[in-house]
Protein backbone atom coordinates (compact mmCIF):
# COMPACT_ATOMS: atom_id res chain seq x y z
CA UNK A 1 0.00 0.00 0.00
CA UNK A 2 1.26 3.58 -0.37
CA UNK A 3 0.12 6.31 1.36
CA UNK A 4 0.20 10.17 -0.43
CA UNK A 5 0.85 13.36 1.54
CA UNK A 6 -1.30 16.27 0.10
CA UNK A 7 -0.24 19.89 0.50
CA UNK A 8 -0.31 23.46 -1.45
CA UNK A 9 -4.00 24.05 -0.71
CA UNK A 10 -5.29 27.12 0.56
CA UNK A 11 -7.47 30.61 0.65
CA UNK A 12 -7.86 32.16 -2.81
CA UNK A 13 -10.03 34.40 -4.63
CA UNK A 14 -12.29 34.03 -7.49
CA UNK A 15 -9.80 33.24 -10.57
CA UNK A 16 -6.79 32.34 -8.64
CA UNK A 17 -4.36 29.83 -9.30
CA UNK A 18 -2.95 26.95 -6.32
CA UNK A 19 -0.41 24.36 -7.08
CA UNK A 20 -0.99 20.91 -4.69
CA UNK A 21 1.51 18.98 -4.35
CA UNK A 22 1.24 15.14 -3.35
CA UNK A 23 4.17 12.80 -2.19
CA UNK A 24 3.76 8.99 -2.02
CA UNK A 25 5.28 7.72 0.70
CA UNK A 26 6.29 3.90 1.95
CA UNK A 27 6.24 3.70 -2.12
CA UNK A 28 8.78 1.38 -3.20
CA UNK A 29 9.74 -0.18 -6.31
CA UNK A 30 7.81 0.51 -9.25
CA UNK A 31 4.83 1.41 -6.89
CA UNK A 32 4.55 4.57 -7.84
CA UNK A 33 5.68 5.33 -11.09
CA UNK A 34 4.11 2.56 -12.37
CA UNK A 35 1.31 3.60 -11.60
CA UNK A 36 -2.02 6.08 -13.09
CA UNK A 37 -2.00 8.49 -10.64
CA UNK A 38 -5.66 10.40 -9.75
CA UNK A 39 -6.32 14.01 -7.71
CA UNK A 40 -9.80 13.21 -6.38
CA UNK A 41 -11.56 16.44 -4.46
CA UNK A 42 -14.58 16.02 -1.97
CA UNK A 43 -17.56 18.55 -0.29
CA UNK A 44 -18.93 17.53 2.86
CA UNK A 45 -22.29 15.75 2.20
CA UNK A 46 -21.26 14.76 -1.48
CA UNK A 47 -19.31 11.93 -3.03
CA UNK A 48 -15.87 12.19 -3.70
CA UNK A 49 -15.35 12.26 -7.08
CA UNK A 50 -12.02 12.14 -9.59
CA UNK A 51 -10.77 15.27 -11.28
CA UNK A 52 -7.73 14.25 -13.29
CA UNK A 53 -5.67 11.79 -13.47
CA UNK A 54 -1.88 10.68 -15.45
CA UNK A 55 -0.99 7.40 -16.30
CA UNK A 56 3.01 5.98 -16.01
CA UNK A 57 3.29 7.44 -19.41
CA UNK A 58 1.90 10.63 -19.30
CA UNK A 59 -1.26 10.25 -20.47
CA UNK A 60 -3.55 13.06 -19.07
CA UNK A 61 -7.34 12.90 -18.53
CA UNK A 62 -9.61 15.64 -17.15
CA UNK A 63 -13.01 15.62 -15.63
CA UNK A 64 -15.32 18.36 -18.01
CA UNK A 65 -15.78 20.62 -15.22
CA UNK A 66 -11.73 21.30 -14.53
CA UNK A 67 -10.72 20.66 -18.30
CA UNK A 68 -8.68 23.51 -19.50
CA UNK A 69 -8.34 25.27 -16.25
CA UNK A 70 -6.62 21.94 -14.39
CA UNK A 71 -3.21 20.55 -15.04
CA UNK A 72 -1.34 17.85 -13.57
CA UNK A 73 1.79 16.73 -13.92
CA UNK A 74 4.13 13.93 -12.05
CA UNK A 75 8.06 13.63 -11.18
CA UNK A 76 8.30 9.57 -11.03
CA UNK A 77 11.40 10.56 -9.81
CA UNK A 78 10.49 11.77 -7.07
CA UNK A 79 7.17 9.89 -6.37
CA UNK A 80 5.35 13.14 -6.56
CA UNK A 81 2.41 14.25 -8.81
CA UNK A 82 1.32 17.94 -9.00
CA UNK A 83 -2.19 19.54 -9.66
CA UNK A 84 -1.54 23.26 -10.96
CA UNK A 85 -5.44 24.84 -10.73
CA UNK A 86 -5.73 28.10 -12.67
CA UNK A 87 -9.03 29.82 -12.99
CA UNK A 88 -10.44 28.99 -9.66
CA UNK A 89 -14.05 29.05 -8.88
CA UNK A 90 -16.30 29.11 -5.73
CA UNK A 91 -17.32 25.52 -6.76
CA UNK A 92 -13.70 24.40 -6.76
CA UNK A 93 -14.32 24.70 -3.16
CA UNK A 94 -13.15 21.13 -1.49
CA UNK A 95 -10.62 18.75 -0.17
CA UNK A 96 -8.51 17.61 -2.64
CA UNK A 97 -6.47 14.33 -2.31
CA UNK A 98 -4.75 12.42 -4.30
CA UNK A 99 -3.98 8.31 -4.52
CA UNK A 100 -3.30 5.40 -7.45
CA UNK A 101 -5.94 5.00 -9.15
CA UNK A 102 -7.54 1.31 -9.05
CA UNK A 103 -5.55 0.26 -6.12
CA UNK A 104 -7.12 -0.12 -2.47
CA UNK A 105 -4.32 2.40 -0.91
CA UNK A 106 -6.38 4.67 2.13
CA UNK A 107 -7.28 8.02 1.15
CA UNK A 108 -4.30 10.58 2.75
CA UNK A 109 -5.53 13.86 4.89
CA UNK A 110 -5.88 15.94 2.08
CA UNK A 111 -5.79 19.77 1.24
CA UNK A 112 -8.22 22.13 1.74
CA UNK A 113 -8.92 24.72 -1.46
CA UNK A 114 -11.36 27.43 -0.89
CA UNK A 115 -12.05 29.70 -3.29
CA UNK A 116 -13.79 32.54 -2.62
CA UNK A 117 -16.80 34.36 -4.61
Known amino acids: QVTFVESGGGFVQTGGSLRLTCVAT???????????IGWYRQVPGKQRELVAS???????NYADFVRGRFFISRDSAKNTCYLEMNSLKPEDTAVYYC????????WGQGTQVTVSS
Open 54 to 60: ISNSGIT
Open 26 to 36: EATGGAFSAAT
Open 99 to 106: KRKLFLDS
